[in-house]
């Protein structure tokens, strides 16, 4: 789906690389699903008297977070939002236990790590469940402490660089030295607005079809050519030896 120019010059160019979680790390609720999720807020909603705060199109969403944010719009900052985004949390941690790894993405994310790239997570997760899932693949140092995730401000969410923009500051980080991995147009959004280098990934067809049409100039449906790549790159670009010299 990407030329092997392109990229080259993304991963050789890239000396911190900030993530997206659900999707890029893992796919988290592949055994949990997220219309599932959402369905259950609004049914938690509907049990306290308050389904009429969702238009019918809010109510039949398949994305927990636009059913969060929608509540979000009409009560900001209240203690139903806060307690809505922790029932969030306490499904996501759910999944995270039935959570699919994303192929090649463990591997690429120790290899980066093991040749001195630094690594963030900058997701619309909660970072309790980020921390859960890395924790359990073994992953976590390669993160910490660069894990940033939902707030209560919900209106940081991206497309908000928010996070990107707090990982590069606290990473102390330029941004045209970086390269931002996401799945849905929203990041990509974020990753202009950040000014970051933004690398797709596409499971399907559909998903491609989206990124491409936001405006994702390099679009992978796999990671397997960005860790061959790292591995090929010269010694004194990667700081270790390649086998491919």
């Not at 890029?24 to 259950?40: Q, S, W, Y």
């Not at 980066?112 to 140092?141: F, I």
């Amino acid at each position: 789906m990407a030329d092997t120019e392109q990229l080259g010059r993304l991963v050789s160019d890239a000396r911190f690389v900030l993530w997206d979680f659900d999707g890029p790390i893992c796919r988290l609720f592949a055994g949990h699903t997220a219309e599932g999720v959402a369905a259950d807020l609004v049914d938690w909603l509907g049990s306290r008297g308050l389904r009429g705060l969702l238009t019918e199109t809010e109510r039949e969403s398949p994305d927990p977070h636009a059913v969060l944010r929608a509540v979000d719009r009409r009560h900001p900052r209240s203690d139903l939002v806060e307690e809505l985004e922790e029932r969030l949390t306490q499904e996501e941690l759910r999944a995270a236990a039935s959570a699919m790894p994303t192929a090649y993405a463990d591997p690429l994310i120790r290899t980066w790590t093991a040749v001195g790239v630094r690594l963030a997570v900058a997701t619309n997760n909660s970072p309790r469940v980020v921390r859960a899932y890395l924790a359990d693949r073994g992953l976590l140092p390669c993160f910490t402490p660069h894990i940033y995730g939902r707030t209560q401000e919900l209106r940081l969410l991206k497309p908000d660089p928010h996070t990107l923009v707090r990982a590069l500051s606290a990473m102390g980080a330029e941004p045209t030295a970086s390269l931002f991995i996401g799945d849905s147009p929203s990041d990509c959004e974020a990753a202009r607005r950040a000014r970051v280098p933004f690398l797709g990934y596409a499971r399907n067809e559909r998903k491609s079809k989206l990124l491409r049409e936001a405006g994702a100039d390099v679009v992978v449906d796999s990671f397997e050519p960005l860790l061959r790549l790292l591995w090929c790159l010269p010694t004194d670009v990667r700081g270790i030896q390649s086998p491919c010299e």
